[in-house]
């Protein structure tokens, strides 16, 4: 039994722009005039092979054109056209919403694709906020495979920052990634800000003092680098510099080992102190070894005190001691003389 092609001439098809086929509008038009019929009947009326009719007549159902009795023998009953064509159309705007959203996300997609893109070749971009700012710090020094390099000096967001161990930090160096810092005279003297440093070189870390920094930054590798642009009022969300691979982000490198040879060196783990250069350890009794690396940190008797909980007075009168013993007339001379010296507990009175 062949297939007998559906009428195609022009207006035969009230069905074709809500989604019903050609075959199905033939077979429902069929059933209008025919209702009841069986799969049989319809087959036979129509010239369909059944396995094909079946399919059509399933189709009609879901679009909601047809139902069938409950008889063994099915019957099948056409819906009123009226009624059929406002289901259909109700489908018809629920297709085209979705599709309506589907294109909208489509297009989120591809812009957020494109802005991406945009970013990721961008040089230079300025990130905004306090948070976002800590979170692009912390991105940019665990991204960080060989080196990063620091300026730190105040201000700081909080206090936090100096009381609280850089996780990111301690991780990093135990991956072996080199960690140099150059901190300015002032974060040494803020509360904790020696102890703070004191805890990052027994970390591993490479540290060095200046008596002024001319801004913060952060460098990782030869990749990226954090400048916050506010160093007068952080907390009212300058922005942050934030340079990619280019001329910028060399020169600021440059910057850095320009003031990196320049700066002093700290050694502030046990049983170092601090040495303009690659000076021998000093072997110094107990209330001489915190001393001597403040001293040569370039810091005054009062913020010394501070840092290691004395008095003023007490700083003093072990400085007095110890240009007397060392038999310096300056605390210059005093420092030098104390970095080219081994002091043994003999040699001190």
Request: net charge neutral; glycine share 6%.
């Amino acid at each position: 039994m062949g297939e007998a092609a559906p009428n195609s001439g022009a207006g035969d098809r009230a069905l074709e722009h809500l989604g019903v086929a050609a075959i199905e509008e033939h077979v429902y038009v069929a059933l209008l005039t025919h209702p009841g019929s069986t799969l049989a009947q319809l087959a036979a009326l129509l010239d369909l092979p059944k396995r094909r009719l079946q399919t059509v007549l399933r189709n009609l159902e879901r679009h909601g054109l047809v139902s069938r009795s409950p008889e063994r023998v099915r019957r099948y009953l056409p819906s009123p056209p009226t009624v059929a064509v406002d289901a259909l159309i109700a489908q018809w705007q629920e297709r085209m919403l979705q599709t309506r959203l589907a294109a909208a996300q489509l297009e989120d997609r591809l812009r957020g694709t494109v802005e991406s893109d945009i970013a990721s070749r961008e040089i230079i971009q300025i990130v905004n906020g306090r948070d976002a700012a800590a979170r692009r710090y912390t991105q940019i020094e665990q991204a960080a495979r060989e080196e990063v390099l620091v300026f730190d000096r105040p201000p700081y967001y909080t206090t936090n920052q100096i009381d609280a161990i850089n996780e990111t930090e301690r991780d990093s160096l135990a991956r072996g990634v080199r960690w140099r810092a150059v901190y300015s005279q002032e974060s040494l003297t803020l509360p904790g800000g020696y102890d703070h440093v004191s805890r990052s070189v027994d970390m591993g870390e490479q540290a060095r003092v200046m008596a002024e920094l001319p801004l913060k930054l952060t460098i990782a590798d030869r990749n990226v680098a954090a400048v916050p642009l506010d160093l007068v009022n952080p907390n009212l969300g300058g922005g942050t510099l934030i340079v990619r691979t280019s001329s910028l982000l060399d020169a600021l490198r440059a910057l850095f080992e320009f003031v990196w040879e320049r700066a002093s060196p700290l050694r502030l783990s046990s049983g170092e102190a601090v040495a303009a250069g690659d000076l021998p350890t000093l072997n110094a009794p107990q209330d001489w070894q915190p001393l001597l690396p403040l001293l040569a940190a370039g810091l005054k008797d009062e913020s010394i005190a501070r840092q290691l909980g004395i008095a003023t007075r007490t700083v003093e009168r072990r400085m007095q001691d110890l240009m007397r013993d060392l038999d310096a007339t300056t605390r210059f001379q005093a420092g030098w003389l104390a970095a080219q010296r081994e002091l043994r507990s003999s040699d001190v009175r």
